[in-house]
């Protein structure tokens, strides 16, 4: 019955969708297709996975709980819905004593009634609705004083049925997934074999896809064939890479007085600040990375493994989330910090952000830069021992300063719900609204599974 709302020309695309619990909207999103498109990971995923998302896992009723704009939930809707289908079909038996020849039917569900076993002397004009019905409008009655449905826009005395039917309620301005188009010219065509002008190349750096003959037409770039090695849709993310490049050859880095602060002040105040600690920052990346410094990618991985376990790619089951999971399932903790492939996610621009005391690797972050225009920052985690100690706080303000020196603009994250305060009050991160994501959808920036994307305008020195 539930899957009823989402069939073609019933609830339209684009209507907006909440998830409401204790008088809260705990998540936003909108209908697209059979599913939903949620707020936080910019995908389409499932009313149970939507709930999932909005951090009720456990109650397992999401029809109960997720609303249109004028407060009525896709459970209630999904009953008058049904009741659409059951108007033309009618039961051949009594709903009371099972036996045939009725002559009463209610004009609401397909249950038929003898007049005796409805109480009734005679059949009634006009409408008459079964007692199964009534009790049911009586609850739906309570819908429209219900806390939640008031919270999703309920107002009492309107008619909130009528008005979805009539399509007078929120309709989203659809999101579209800009992956895998020409940044040109938008299309999604390319030629699947040979070289042409519909052939896609992707940049290097930003990996954004273009097709060969617009960017003649743009005077970008006159290829005559794939060229071998990385390629660079423009000078900045040219030079994006070479600093990139030449920061990794350059190995160990002092941290500035800014970066270390966060360390020195948590250590005064806890009165153990020591002068003879050496710390230092470096950047890596296994294609950049020397045999002699490999070890330490390894490092970063056991890291990442002691605070998120094995966090595995999931494509092959539900390409629409990335989910914690088990051994079985390829880890997607080993592929971003090694920049390899999985699946449909390629993580070769990802490097790998280290926090170094007395050459000890304490803290770890991956970075993935997309041209000047934004980075992400999808994993970081310090050794359990050396949490809370200000090391995390130092090396992201490595990372930021590394990102101001790039003229990167914005910086973005997914946190988990018990982390968005921290990324909030601590680093001045905001939630990215719906329409604030939209320019972001034509990178692949990593989401998870109960996560929201924040985002930070970085000010450029």
């Known amino acids: 019955m539930h899957k009823l709302v989402f069939e073609k020309n019933e609830l339209p695309d684009g209507s907006y969708l909440s998830y409401v619990i204790d008088k809260k909207k705990k998540l936003e999103g909108h209908k697209e297709g059979s599913g939903i498109f949620c707020s936080c990971c910019n995908k389409v995923v499932s009313p149970s996975m939507f709930e999932a998302h909005a951090g009720f896992a456990s109650r397992r009723n999401p029809y109960m709980n997720i609303f249109t704009s004028n407060g009525v939930s896709l459970h209630e809707l999904s009953i008058q819905l049904s009741r659409k289908l059951s108007s033309n079909i009618k039961d051949d038996l009594c709903s009371t004593c099972e036996e045939g020849e009725t002559t009463l039917f209610c004009t609401t569900c397909p249950r038929a009634f003898h007049l005796e076993c409805a109480s009734l002397a005679c059949i009634p004009e006009g409408l008459w609705h079964c007692r199964f019905c009534q009790n049911k409008f009586k609850k739906e009655k309570f819908a429209e004083r219900n806390a939640n449905a008031i919270a999703a826009g309920r107002v009492a005395g309107v008619d909130a049925l009528e ?51 617009c960017l003649r037409q743009h005077n970008i770039d006159n290829l005559k064939e794939l060229p071998e090695g990385k390629w660079f849709c423009c000078t900045q993310c040219n030079s994006i890479d070479s600093t990139l490049l030449k920061l990794i050859e350059d190995g160990e880095k002092i941290l500035s007085q800014n970066c270390l602060n966060p360390v020195k002040k948590r250590s005064e105040k806890e009165g153990s600040y020591n002068l003879e600690l050496d710390i230092k920052w470096r950047l890596l990346n296994k294609a950049a990375a020397s045999e002699d410094n490999k070890w330490l990618l390894h490092e970063a991985k056991t890291i990442f493994r002691e605070r998120f376990g094995r966090i595995a790619d999931s494509s092959k089951v539900d390409p629409d989330l990335i989910t914690y999971s088990g051994d079985n399932k390829p880890d997607l903790i080993t592929n971003m910090v090694y920049g390899s492939t999985s699946g449909d996610y390629n993580f070769g621009g990802m490097y790998c952000a280290m926090l170094m005391v007395n050459s000890f690797v304490v803290s770890v972050g991956l970075v993935r830069i997309f ?47 018990e982390a968005k305060s921290m990324w909030k009050q601590k680093f001045g991160f905001e939630k990215l609204s719906h329409k604030q994501m939209k320019p972001y959808m034509k990178y692949p920036i990593l989401s998870f599974e109960g996560t929201s994307i924040l985002h930070k305008s970085i000010s450029n020195p």
């Open 371 to 417: 041209g000047e225009e934004v980075a992400e920052l999808p994993l970081v985690a310090t050794r359990s021992n050396f949490q809370g100690k200000g090391y995390f706080k130092s090396l992201y303000n490595c990372i930021e300063s590394l990102l101001k020196s790039l003229k990167v603009k914005n910086l973005v994250l997914p946190a988990a719900h």
């Open 163 to 213: 008005e979805i039917n009539q399509q007078r309620i929120r309709i989203s301005g659809k999101m579209v997934d800009e992956v895998g188009e020409c940044s040109l010219c938008r299309g999604h065509h390319f030629s699947a074999s040979g070289f042409d002008d519909d052939t896609v190349i992707i940049c290097d750096q930003c990996e954004k896809e273009y097709h060969v003959g």
